[in-house]
Structures are given as C-alpha cells and as structure tokens.
C-alpha cells in the first residue's frame, strides 16, 4: 500500500469539486457534527448532481456516544447547556472546550444529567455542535448509544448509497455490532478511537476484520489521554492491532500559518510512516479553507515522493 490522504469536506463548501476530482486525496470525510437532518437532505443532492465529477470515495462520519452540545441557554453569568446524551460523572469538575484550549468548572447536572450549569464558563462562546470534554474518570454515557437525530443521518445516507463510513468514539465491541445494524453488514467502517475506554478496546477486545479499520483520532484522542506524553505510545498500539490504521488530527497545521510547513511536521510525518501508517487524514481547520488544504495536500505530495516505492503485494 501507498501511502493515503483524506480529507473533510462538505459539498456545499466552494472548492469541494476542486477536490472531490483531486487524484491525490484517497477519500473525503462528511463531518455531520455542526450539521441537522435538513442540512444533510441539501448536501445529499448535491452528492447526487455531482456523482459524474466525482472521483475521491466519499465516507460519512457518524457520532456516537461523544457529548456534544445541542442546546446553549442563555445566561448572564454562567455558562448553562443541554447535551445529546444524558451523563453521570463527579461535580466539581473540569469541563475542556475547543480543542483543550479552553475550560470551566462544572458545577452541577440537571434533567436527569442531560444539562449541565457551570460556575462561570470559559473563555471562548460556545455553540450548538461542538464537543467537550469531561475527563474525570467518573463519567458514565447514558441512554442509547445513537440519538434519534443520528439514526436518522444513518438511513438517508444508507438510502443514498454510502457504504463506507467513520463511527466515533468507539470504546466497545457492541459500538460496532449496533452501527452495522443500522448501516449494514457490508458496510466498511473506520473506528475513530478518542478515548482511554477506545484504548483498552484496542487493547484487550479488538479484532481485525476486513471491513474494519482503526482509526488514530489525535483531535480528541490526545485531548482524552490522560497522559499526553503517551500519546507517542498509543499511536503504537493502534498500528501494531491494524497494520491498515489511519492516523488523522493534527497533521501538517503550521500551514495554517505559513505556506511552507514546519520542520516538525515533516519529521512527524515520517515517524509516522516510519512505525507504520500508511493512511493519514488531514484535520477539519486545514480544510475549511481551499488555500490552506490546497497548500496541505501539495505538502503531502512532496513528502510523499520521498518515500521509497512500495513494495508490490
């Protein structure tokens, strides 16, 4: 196998048919996070009127159990939420926004733990979409692992003829057998693994099938380690269980500040080959915007022809 870049786009983005012709690109994620079921029925006849240009496979990201906010009630002095997924988890606590740049002190869950009412909030707005992080070891999910709103992403794009997919947030066996209830047997999923519990999943549980792929989602997952400097070390793990493992997150993000990538993202680039990735997907911030992921890709380009050919199978 050569070496794979995905990238995450939405059709209705300008310079989507740019890239869903691009030979260099392996595959285009549809994040649906931000996105409702009617914005969906838009972006799924797009897909429809551009199938005769469409070169790059497309796969569809479902949410599972992550907690992501629906709902953000307004308050004065406090930041008060509603998430997709009822929880349990220790109050006081520390609640990471935005990527772990941003934080606040959870003070005390209602409604059955569907809504969460904070002592102050943190520093940056937060809107309906976006994810958060509880890290304390307390926290329990609750209710079914697919919302309704979710199922439903599930059967229209089924119904559209998808049949490769991202599932996120794996952490259980049973994550897997639910999805392919929904999606189908034939279906190939990438397993985003974002969590300590995705870990020991990886470690203990997980068995390599064809229609299985593990995927390295640094985003959250060096977020959710509980230590970061092990990171280096579950990147191992996930590779040495899936010799077919993506690695995606934070790759090649000094672009975003500069046309010509940093010394330690190349570096990075070939440690990561070097223990085995062959698959990598680029972040959703490089391709909000054509320049940037344009610069990206081309970036990608260059590494990758100084690998040495791959061997024939």
Not at 17 to 33: C, H, P, T, Y
Not at 68 to 84: G, K, S
Not at 116 to 139: I, N
Request: aromatic fraction near 8%; charged fraction near 25%; proline fraction near 5%.
């Amino acid at each position: 196998m050569g070496v794979e870049l995905l990238s995450t786009l939405w059709p209705s983005f300008p310079h989507y048919e740019r890239f869903v012709q691009d030979s260099r690109l392996s595959g285009i994620r549809l994040n649906s996070a931000m996105m409702s079921n009617p914005e969906l029925d838009n972006e799924l006849k797009v897909i429809e009127k551009q199938k005769g240009i469409q070169k790059v496979p497309l796969y569809f990201d479902v949410k599972a159990r992550q907690p992501r906010v629906i709902e953000v009630i307004p308050n004065d002095d406090h930041l008060d939420l509603r998430l997709n997924h009822a929880i349990v988890v220790r109050t006081p606590s520390v609640v990471i926004f935005k990527g772990g740049v941003d934080s606040a002190v959870l003070d005390h869950l209602e409604e059955g733990g569907q809504r969460l009412v904070f002592r102050g909030g943190p520093h940056y707005k937060v809107k309906a979409g976006e994810s958060l992080y509880l890290r304390d070891h307390s926290l329990r999910i609750l209710g079914d692992l697919f919302t309704p709103e979710e199922k439903l992403k599930i059967e229209k794009c089924r119904n559209a003829g998808f049949k490769q997919w991202f599932l996120s947030y794996v952490e259980e066996e049973n994550d897997v057998d639910q999805f392919l209830e929904l999606a189908g047997k034939d279906s190939e999923v990438w397993l985003k693994i974002e969590s300590m519990r995705g870990l020991s999943y990886v470690e203990s549980t997980f068995k390599k099938r064809d229609n299985l792929v593990l995927v390295a989602a640094r985003g959250d997952l060096y977020v959710e380690i509980d230590k970061p400097h092990h990171i280096a070390q579950a990147l191992r793990l996930i590779i040495g269980k899936d010799p077919q493992a993506c690695v995606a997150s934070r790759i090649l993000l000094s672009v975003v500040e500069s046309p010509v990538p940093s010394c330690a993202d190349f570096l990075e680039l070939q440690w990561l080959y070097d223990v085995g990735y062959r698959r990598m997907m680029l972040c959703d911030e490089l391709c909000l915007r054509g320049e940037l992921l344009g610069t990206a890709v081309s970036a990608f380009g260059a590494f990758r022809e100084t690998l040495p050919d791959p061997t024939p199978c």
